[in-house]
């Protein structure tokens, strides 16, 4: 009695071929191929029909079993993963939900000017600062107005900007933002990073994607990742 060989066997053809793609497709590779108890039958099927003068090598068997203990290993752990990615989605969902009401800090460096006027922003100094100015700029790139802090220590810091130009007139609501420019005694650079800060009034859960915070006085929705502190 004489069987194929069994390196030429659909069942371990179909198996290399999931092996080699599992990272896109490994779940319906391993549906294609059958659950363990068709793999192990199929297995002693072959060893019982084997040819006496020529049977399968002991390193032919290894590898179909590591074969498919890999395939079945990568199916195991995309299942994994999707669970855990499910977790964390809900779990982001429900800190994010958590923050109504709460007052945030945020990765943030703009103003929204309403049809009041005004607006107030924040950064953070690596180092005291003798002299510290903020640059606005409208939505075109352009700077409107300039605020002398003075010296500053190093740290959170905020500020208030009327929503006026340097001649003192007012300037249309819409969308500005800052940008911080600090300097120590000697005339050398101090780092600063701005930031925004403002009530959370709503939340949305956007599916698959990052929930964003409707934040009080700021235009866009900021990402519950670019939040820094609670208030």
Do not use: C, K
């Amino acid at each position: 009695m004489t069987t194929s060989p069994i390196g030429s066997n659909p069942f371990l053809s179909s198996l290399e071929g999931s092996s080699a793609s599992s990272s896109s497709s490994g779940a319906s590779g391993i549906a294609a191929l059958g659950n363990a108890n068709a793999f192990y039958n199929l297995l002693v099927t072959q060893l019982t029909n084997q040819d006496p003068l020529n049977p399968m090598s002991n390193s032919n068997l290894s590898a179909q079993l590591a074969q498919f203990s890999t395939a079945s290993g990568v199916q195991s752990m995309q299942q994994s993963l999707a669970a855990l990615t499910a977790q964390l989605a809900q779990s982001q969902s429900l800190q994010a939900a958590s923050l109504v009401g709460r007052n945030v800090v945020f990765d943030n460096n703009s103003l929204s000017l309403g049809a009041s006027g005004g607006s107030a922003g924040g950064f953070t100094l690596a180092a005291g600062a003798q002299n510290v100015q903020v640059q606005v700029s409208n939505s075109a790139g352009q700077v409107v107005d300039t605020l002398n802090l003075g010296s500053l220590p190093a740290g959170v810091q905020s500020f208030h900007w009327n929503g006026t130009d340097p001649s003192g007139a007012a300037l249309g609501p819409g969308n500005y933002s800052f940008a911080v420019q600090a300097t120590d005694a000697s005339g050398a650079s101090v780092s600063a990073t701005p930031f925004g800060s403002g009530q959370v009034v709503s939340v949305m859960l956007n599916s698959g994607s990052t929930p964003t915070l409707q934040v009080q006085g700021q235009s866009t929705g900021i990402p519950l990742t670019s939040v820094q502190g609670v208030m």
